[in-house]
Structure formats: structure tokens, C-alpha cells
């Protein structure tokens, strides 16, 4: 059973290692040109997107509006060969924001974006109320973006703005600006990008769902272990491995209030499964929430009782404990597997 014990750790431990391989780390000091604001947005399908919905992803930023006569279709015909050119990168997201929000409905950029050929996971279009969209380009992006007054608001001509590409690395830092009517500005945006999407190794704050979702399955495989060790009356296997994994659960609510509080700043992921995946997905995660409150508490009372070697009491509440405890750990998982892999937002 100890060797059984160790090579679980040792495979947990390598999952962990393989699965934070990710996307490049902050920006330095030299190219970091501003945190982009944070934002909430509409996107073209209607549902919320923030700027924490782009942690982890190398996104290029650009303005446009739909019934510009002006250089819009210059700006996303570049977009629109990006997203040919960076087709095998599935960290990299083109994002087009509206500078004409009152008249961009979802409805009038599902339009537009259907006339590029945008893909919806790969290209997003935002749109949203003046009052969030002028700031954030001015004072999130430091580009230009003003209606157009008198004698210079024609039809076509209703906004003046930045043709400028902003690149964005998976931090939310704008680590550069491309002109998108020069060639040679395009070019070197391509050119820049892979280094922002290089593979690295260390953690990231876009990887700590993977980091969570390995925690829950660390703690699954050593409540598996604890229960085969007691059945075989290996009392210390046990004791090491329930003490563990109440260790790992601990480690896992510190991580999972991080990331949603700190990083996501309190904004929740959307699950963007269709169909008759949405209700399962949604019973899971409330069943899994629930006993997860449930499961704190009683896990740490069985816990003592079986350290003050109050075995009758242990053993009573361990057998309502155990179930709950294993469920709330699996269950874990595959909240992370439908929301991340099988369905991601992005």
C-alpha cells in the first residue's frame, strides 16, 4: 500500500508540472506599456465578457464600427487575416470593440462579424454603453475615439478613431502597438506574438483552475487510499493519507478563494456548453458547492476525533463523511472538465 501511495503522489505531482506549461508570464518593465482596465462588455452572442475571461490568452486589440466609410474595413481585414495566419495558436484572441456603441448592437456586430468570416471563439466583438466604452479606450488603451461633431459627422463618418492594433499578453498588458494599414507593422505584431505565447514553466494565475482541478483529483486518490489502507488495518497508512488529503482540500479552498476573488475579481466563468449540457453541468456544480460547504466542517470533526483516537465517534460520522468528501473531490474535477475542456468560453 506505501509504494501504491507514493506513485500516486509522484503521478499527481507530474500532472501537476505538466499542466502549468503555459503562456508567458507578465510583462517586464522595458515593453509593459499599462494594465489595460478591467471591463464588462457585451459580446455579438449576448453573453458578459471581462477582461479576467482573457487571462492566460495573447489578445490583439482593435476599433472599429460597422457603418464606417472610413478605415474600419482596412482595420478588420487585418483582424481577419490574423485570424487565418494565427489558426494553430489556440492562445491567441482578436478582440473588436466597437467605437459607435449606440448603434453596434450584438445583433448589428453578429452581422459584421459574420461578413469576416469571424470565428466566435477566436474573434470576439464587443459593444457595450458609451459610458464604459469611451474610458476604456482612452484611459485603458490611451488611444483616441471621439463622435465626430458640425460639419465633420457624415454618413460613415459618425467616429474618429485609432486605426492601432493594441497587444495584449496573458497578464492584460499592453506590450506593444501596430498600425493595422502598414505591412510592416502587421508583420511585426505576427512576429511578436509567439513570443508572448512561448511555452514556459512555472505558475501563472490562468493556471490555477488546472492546479485546482488536480488538487481535488490528489485528494480523491488519497481518500480512495486512506479507506483500502483502514479496510486492511494499516492504522498509521490511513491516518497519513486522510490527514492528507484534508492537507490537499485546504490547499485547494486557499487556491480556488485566490483565484476567483484576486485574480477574477470576483467574477464568475460562463459555461458555454449547449443544450442539455447547461442543467447538468449547472446540478453538478450546485451539488458540488453545497456539500463542499457541508463537507468542511465535517470532515475537520472526524479528522479530530480520529487524532484524540475517539474511534466510535470517528467511525460513526467517518461513514457520512467519507461519500461526501469523495463526491465533492471527483465532482471537482469535472466541474473543471466541462467548463475548461469539454466546453471552454474561450
Keep these: 500500500m506505501r509504494p501504491l501511495l507514493g506513485q500516486a503522489l509522484a503521478a499527481a505531482i507530474l500532472c501537476l508540472l505538466a499542466g502549468c506549461d503555459r503562456t508567458a508570464g507578465p510583462a517586464t518593465a522595458k515593453d509593459d506599456l499599462g494594465l489595460v482596465r478591467d471591463f464588462s462588455l457585451t459580446e455579438r452572442g449576448g453573453q458578459e465578457v471581462h477582461r479576467s475571461d482573457l487571462v492566460g490568452k495573447v489578445w490583439v486589440a482593435a476599433f472599429i464600427f460597422t457603418r464606417c466609410a472610413g478605415p474600419c474595413t482596412h482595420v478588420s481585414g487585418t483582424m481577419a487575416r490574423l485570424q487565418h495566419d494565427l489558426s494553430g495558436s489556440k492562445d491567441v484572441v482578436l478582440v473588436s470593440f466597437t467605437v459607435d456603441p449606440e448603434f453596434d448592437k450584438p445583433a448589428v456586430l453578429r452581422q459584421y462579424a459574420t461578413r469576416y468570416g469571424a470565428d466566435p471563439q477566436r474573434w470576439l466583438f464587443l459593444t457595450g454603453d458609451p459610458e464604459k ?21 457624415k454618413p460613415g463618418y459618425e467616429v474618429m478613431h485609432s486605426t492601432r492594433l493594441a497587444l495584449v ?73 486522510m490527514l492528507s488529503a484534508l492537507g490537499v482540500s485546504a490547499l485547494f479552498l486557499a487556491s480556488y478563494l485566490y483565484y476567483h476573488f484576486v485574480v477574477r475579481h470576483g467574477q464568475p466563468t460562463h459555461f458555454t456548453g449547449p443544450g442539455l449540457s447547461k442543467p447538468i453541468y449547472f446540478a453538478i456544480l450546485t451539488s458540488h458547492t453545497l456539500l463542499a460547504i457541508v463537507v468542511a466542517p465535517l ?48
Design 299 to 346: 470532515a475537520l470533526y472526524t479528522a479530530y476525533q480520529g487524532v484524540r483516537d475517539q474511534l466510535a465517534r470517528h467511525v460513526k460520522i467517518a461513514r457520512w463523511t467519507m461519500p461526501i468528501w469523495l463526491y465533492v473531490s471527483i465532482t471537482g474535477v469535472v466541474v473543471y472538465w466541462m467548463l475548461y475542456q469539454l466546453y471552454p468560453s474561450r
Design 169 to 241: 499578453d496573458g497578464q492584460g498588458h499592453i506590450r506593444g502597438y501596430y498600425d493595422a494599414k502598414e505591412p510592416e507593422a502587421v508583420e511585426r505584431l505576427e512576429k511578436r506574438i509567439p513570443e508572448l505565447s512561448a511555452k514556459r514553466f512555472g505558475i501563472g494565475p490562468e493556471d490555477l483552475p488546472a492546479v485546482n482541478a488536480i488538487l481535488n483529483g490528489t485528494s480523491a486518490i488519497l481518500l480512495v487510499l486512506g479507506y483500502a489502507a483502514i479496510r486492511r488495518r494499516a492504522i498509521r497508512l490511513h491516518k497519513a493519507c
Design 133 to 153: 466604452i469611451y474610458p476604456l479606450i482612452h484611459d485603458g488603451f490611451h488611444l483616441a475615439a471621439e463622435q465626430n461633431q458640425g460639419e465633420d459627422r
